[in-house]
């Protein structure tokens, strides 16, 4: 560790000075030496300038605070007082557009947060927000510094009063690059994107030991907060990735995908893929039967350029698709039904997924195109039980409360209350269009039916005849592809050939949408 410098008499000139400047500098990027490296690197893991590096371009990194040390005393803290207490701060460029960071140096106290390290955050956090530019931090830390007692507990405080403060305000993003334990996880999930590693990154409240000796339950690290699970089962984490490499480069890529904050918008990207393009393979790619599945990542490959779509909570809620895309080099959000998974249907995680999804691109300035193929919200007594009356309002409320532009499309069935609350005409999208396989009804025709005639099936001498009879009458009145076209419920029916055309058309237009909601301090979402 570094000593404290008081005990070294200064040069006596300035050519002196300026050289025992360039020592010190040394010194501080050094880090704590090369057993710590290698230690860090034993575990799997880059040191901190290693991440930041392959962050930022090249040569783009300006450290704020290199020098700072903390001040603390007691537990031996005096006698070790390294250069940047633990954490490294700063800005550069992605894509020669500025990004804040702040990274968690794991060989300096485990990481650990204490008041220096923790006003080092604080003053790039308040940089990034007074600036107007995305904030990143890389986090591998092992929570509060012990040793500093409720000055630590304190630093956390003012991170997680800065990330509400941003939120909505410039992009913030969260990257899992090791433990993060207790109160300090609730910073990541203050953010808008948390990205994770596998097997060397993990987040929980209370660690594997103490939920041993509450509930004698028996789990790793791994299993209680590791990657898959939180990709997967909580849906704390939006992306998953094997390796740190591969991790930093999709943050650089997401970040091409997003605004510098919430007064511009996303960047815009020459394609060389038609707007025009016709979509031919559209027409095989969707069973007209509606009981047929098939992958709406397929379509979505099909309809955005160069076939490039970066998928949110992949691995969670997979009834419902969340990407970010192009549609002639315009950065947009799709939210997708996906009939592979429990026929496509709306249920509680699905809900907040979606929801949590519609109201970033809103935040931030990225049009929502809405693809519908949706039989209804699921049901069952653990969803009503769970409260999906309660989780579904909050997707209601999400597109309700959007002034981004909004267009929605119905691919085949859109049926009941899910085709309302998936940006339907009636909540405010902007335009709607439908396929000629669309089908968009209270209920399936076999359910209708049922209902509206069950007297005449009951009575028949051929009830399975009847109903059959009665359920064709049902959609030829109610449920034929022109039936909402004629009614203004969507603006056109299109030939799936020309879908890419007619959103990207719809888009140009739309693109200078705006929308003032009434004057409020904020709404109350349903929770």
């Known amino acids: 560790m570094v000593q404290d410098r008081t005990e070294d008499p200064a040069p006596a000139d300035t050519r002196g000075r300026a050289e025992d400047l360039r020592a010190v500098r040394a010194r501080a990027l050094a880090g704590p030496g090369e057993r710590a490296t290698e230690a860090q690197h034993a575990r799997g893991k880059l040191t901190v300038r290693e991440r930041i590096g392959l962050l930022l371009d090249p040569g783009s990194f300006h450290e704020v605070q290199q020098l700072r040390r903390h001040r603390a005393s007691g537990f031996g803290l005096e006698a070790k007082r390294p250069y940047t207490d633990g954490v490294v701060t700063g800005w550069g460029t992605v894509e020669g557009r500025t990004v804040f960071v702040y990274a968690h140096d794991f060989r300096i106290f485990g990481g ?21 530019a995305p904030l990143v931090s890389l986090n591998d830390g092992a929570g509060a510094r012990i ?11 003012g991170i997680f009063q800065r990330n509400t403060r941003a939120s909505g305000v410039i992009p913030q993003i ?19 994107f948390v990205f994770m590693v ?26 209680l907060g590791g990657a898959d699970v939180h990709a997967g089962t909580s849906g704390v984490c939006h992306f998953a990735y094997d390796d740190e490499e591969t991790c930093l480069a999709e943050v650089r890529y997401l970040l ?21 393009r016709r979509t031919p393979d559209l027409l095989d790619l969707v069973p007209v039967d509606a009981n047929r599945p098939y992958d709406m990542h397929r379509v979505l490959t099909v309809l955005v350029d160069d076939g490039e779509v970066m998928e949110v909570h992949e691995h969670w809620a997979r009834n419902v698709v969340c990407a970010l895309a192009r549609l002639d080099g315009q950065v947009v959000g799709i939210v997708a039904n996906q009939p592979q998974a429990l026929a496509g249907v ?19 300035n990225i049009p929502i195109v809405t693809l519908l193929d949706v039989p209804g919200f699921l049901p069952g007594v653990d969803q009503e039980h769970g409260g999906i009356i ?20 119905i691919l085949r069935k859109a049926y009941g209350g899910a085709y309302i609350v998936m940006d339907s005409q009636s909540i405010g999208a902007d335009l709607t269009y439908a396929w000629p396989t669309n089908e968009i009804a209270v209920m399936g025709a076999e ?6 005639f069950r007297r005449q099936i009951a009575g028949a001498e051929d009830p399975e005849a009847m109903r059959a009879r009665m359920v064709d009458a049902y959609r030829a009145e109610l449920m034929h592809p022109y039936h909402a076209a004629e009614r203004g419920l969507v603006d056109d029916v299109v030939d799936p050939v020309e879908t890419r055309e007619v959103l990207a058309r719809s888009l140009a237009m739309l693109r200078a949408k705006h929308a003032d909601l009434p004057f409020r301090k904020h709404g109350n979402p349903p929770q």
């Open 256 to 276: 091409s995908m997003l605004p510098q904050n919430n007064r511009e918008h996303p960047p815009v990207v020459a394609s060389d893929d038609p707007p025009d």
């Open 390 to 409: 309660r989780h579904g309002a909050k997707l209601l409320y999400a597109y309700c409360n959007a002034t981004v532009p909004r267009i929605s499309l």
């Open 447 to 452: 359910g209708a039916a049922n209902v509206i």
């Open 147 to 157: 040793q500093e007692g409720v000055s630590a507990l304190a630093g956390y405080g």
């Open 112 to 132: 650990a947060l204490g008041e220096a390290h923790a006003t080092k955050i604080h003053k790039i956090m308040d940089m990034a927000i007074a600036a107007g």
């Open 198 to 223: 596998r097997e060397t990154s993990q987040m929980f409240i209370t660690g594997p030991d103490v939920v041993k000796a509450v509930t004698g339950e028996e789990i790793t690290q791994d299993g």
């Open 346 to 364: 709306l249920d509680i995680e699905a809900s907040e997924k979606a929801a949590r999804f519609v109201q970033m691109c809103d935040a931030f």
């Open 174 to 192: 969260s990257v899992m690059l090791g433990p993060c334990a207790g109160g300090a996880a609730y910073s990541p999930a203050l953010t808008d």
